[in-house]
């Protein structure tokens, strides 16, 4: 069956960098988007970015954008999300999900995406 799995959060300090990962099984990775998407404490889940199945095309939310990189690698069926620069408002607990449509890859919207990873909690404190 489809799974999702994140693993890298932890506690850093404010400018601080951090490595996620979302290992995925159970299906063709090669083939879809994933994107990652963060919720903290009584706010809506917002998507921060997405990488489509060509690795050349990834989209940022304006909030994360020149800090956060996604990449890929297709032969280990792995996203990763590299922080940067961290901020006491990136502090969240990140999920990565599977896009139904790659084509969708700008959007960052939750209702495009099919399955999700249990989530990965991410503190920005000194």
């Known amino acids: 069956q489809v799974q999702l799995v994140e693993s890298g959060g932890g506690l850093v300090q404010p400018g601080g960098s951090l490595r996620l990962s979302c290992a995925a099984s159970?299906?063709?990775?090669?083939?879809?988007?994933i994107g990652w998407f963060r919720q903290a404490p009584g706010k809506e889940r917002e998507g921060v970015a997405c990488?489509?199945?060509?690795?050349?095309?990834?989209y940022y939310s304006a909030s994360v954008r020149g800090r956060f990189t996604v990449s890929r690698d297709n032969a280990k069926n792995t996203v990763y999300l590299h922080m940067a620069n961290l901020k006491p408002e990136d502090t969240a607990v990140y999920y990565c999900?599977?896009?139904?449509?790659?084509?969708?890859?700008?959007?960052?919207?939750?209702?495009?995406?099919?399955?999700w990873g249990q989530g990965t909690q991410v503190t920005v404190s000194s």
């Open positions: 999900a599977r896009l139904m449509d790659s084509r969708w890859y700008r959007y960052l919207n939750k209702r495009h995406y099919d399955y």
């Open positions: 159970g299906f063709d990775f090669y083939n879809y988007g």
């Open positions: 990488s489509a199945w060509s690795e050349g095309d990834t």
